[in-house]
């Protein structure tokens, strides 16, 4: 006996007379037909399905800084806008960004937003903190203008 593969066996079965073998073809090409419409359809609305993606890498939620200027940089998918404190900014080709921003001392929120063509919407805020810097003036004898300040005062409480 000859095996038959499949592409003998489809033609097999499309020249039989056989009502039944064609009916079980025309339904297999029918169901076959919407899966491939239906994984289209869900492959072409994907971006209105998930939304707008946002990565933060810098810098980590929870972080303390020292420097008064840092980076943010991270990642941004399925985009039309986005901004950083309310500021917009711009991904690269590939969908990354990287702006430096001030950071003023003590607690600081850093917020990220991102809208999709579709007006679907997230944020990402990161919470960092920088140190207060005590700044302490050496007073040294040379200079005369730190001693002479301590005189007047003095010689302003004998006066009265």
């Given at each position: 006996m000859k095996e038959l593969g499949p592409s003998s066996l489809l033609q097999n079965l499309l020249m039989t007379n056989n009502y039944s073998s064609k009916?079980?073809?025309?339904?297999?090409?029918?169901?076959?037909?919407?899966?491939?419409?239906s994984g289209y359809i869900y492959f072409q609305s994907r971006n209105l399905i998930t939304g707008p993606k946002l990565v933060v890498r810098e810098p980590l939620n929870g972080a303390s800084v020292t420097e008064p200027v840092i980076t943010v940089s991270g990642e941004a998918r399925n985009i039309a806008f986005i901004t950083l404190n309310n500021n917009q900014i711009f991904v690269d080709d590939s969908g990354t960004f990287k702006e430096k921003i001030v950071v003023s001392e003590g607690y600081s929120k850093i917020t990220i937003s991102a809208k999709d063509r579709f007006n679907n919407s997230t944020s990402e805020i990161i919470e960092i903190?920088?140190?207060?810097?005590?700044?302490?003036?050496?007073?040294?004898?040379?200079?005369?203008?730190?001693?002479?300040?301590l005189e007047n005062s003095e010689n302003l409480g004998n006066e009265t």
């Open positions: 009916r079980q073809i025309k339904i297999f090409l029918t169901i076959l037909f919407f899966v491939l419409i903190f920088r140190p207060r810097t005590e700044k302490i003036e050496q007073i040294s004898p040379e200079s005369g203008q730190q001693e002479n300040d």
